[in-house]
């Protein structure tokens, strides 16, 4: 049982660079989300997903973008990456609407100097 | 602006007692509420959850109760146990909106 797969777990950039935080789940959910946890901030939504080929913004999108291709694969990209990113991504999936809780993945830490 | 709030970043609760975390939301529109449970180097895992036509709901050791006038939610633990030791996010949902919301967190210290 594999749930909903991060990678990487472990991620240093340098202020500037690109790169994609990969997540796939295997439970066959629409909806997939992914947050950012920041010490007294909690977990912020940043862009959510309720079936392939439809993305929309949380409530902190800026600075990342998504795409979700197929319905197992939510892949998140820093464009340019700012220290402000510094964070723990988390990658969650869920069955439908409502009512059903969410799946998180073990999460990846991200630190941008 | 935060519409899901916890006010208490920490808890401290000696083993055996009550345990009470508190959360908030500032959305009349949001009609289901989760908590979740997070342990260091891992990802959240859910705990419990209440519909809006329901006051409380009870699993085992867990209780949520919902205020909807007061937009309050809180969860009771009894008895506490020190794998209690985590910390708790509540999330709000809504008939009208696809967005899963969490709150800030608490932290629970559960102590001997």
């Known amino acids: 049982n594999a749930g909903v797969t991060q990678t990487p777990k472990f991620q240093v950039l340098k202020t500037g660079q690109s790169m994609t935080l990969q997540c796939a789940q295997d439970?066959?959910?629409?909806?997939m989300s992914w947050y950012r946890q920041d010490p007294g901030m909690g977990l912020r939504l940043i862009h959510y997903?309720?079936?392939?080929?439809?993305?929309d913004q949380g409530e902190v999108p800026n600075g990342y973008n998504v795409s979700r291709s197929t319905t197992e694969d939510f892949p998140l990209r820093l464009l340019s990456a700012a220290p402000s990113q510094t964070s723990v991504y988390f990658c969650?999936?869920?069955?439908?609407?409502?009512?059903?809780?969410?799946?998180f993945g073990q999460g990846t830490r991200l630190t941008v100097v | 602006d935060q519409q899901v709030k916890q006010n208490s970043p920490s808890l401290s609760v000696q083993e055996g007692r009550i345990s009470i975390l508190n959360c908030d939301y500032t959305n009349s529109m949001f009609d289901y509420f989760l908590w979740y449970k997070k342990y260091p180097a891992e990802g959240p895992t859910f705990l419990i959850s209440?519909?809006?036509?329901?006051d409380k709901n009870e699993d085992g050791r867990f209780t949520v109760f919902l205020n909807k006038s007061a937009k309050h939610l809180s969860l009771h633990i009894v008895p506490s146990q020190p794998g209690d030791s985590a910390v708790y996010f509540c999330?709000?949902?809504?008939?009208?909106?696809?967005?899963?919301?969490f709150g800030t967190g608490t932290r629970l210290q559960v102590f001997p």
């Open positions: 209440i519909s809006s036509i329901k």
């Open positions: 439970m066959n959910h629409e909806y």
């Open positions: 997903s309720v079936g392939a080929g439809i993305t």
């Open positions: 999330a709000a949902a809504g008939y009208n909106t696809d967005k899963l919301i």
């Open positions: 969650a999936s869920r069955e439908g609407h409502l009512n059903t809780e969410a799946f």
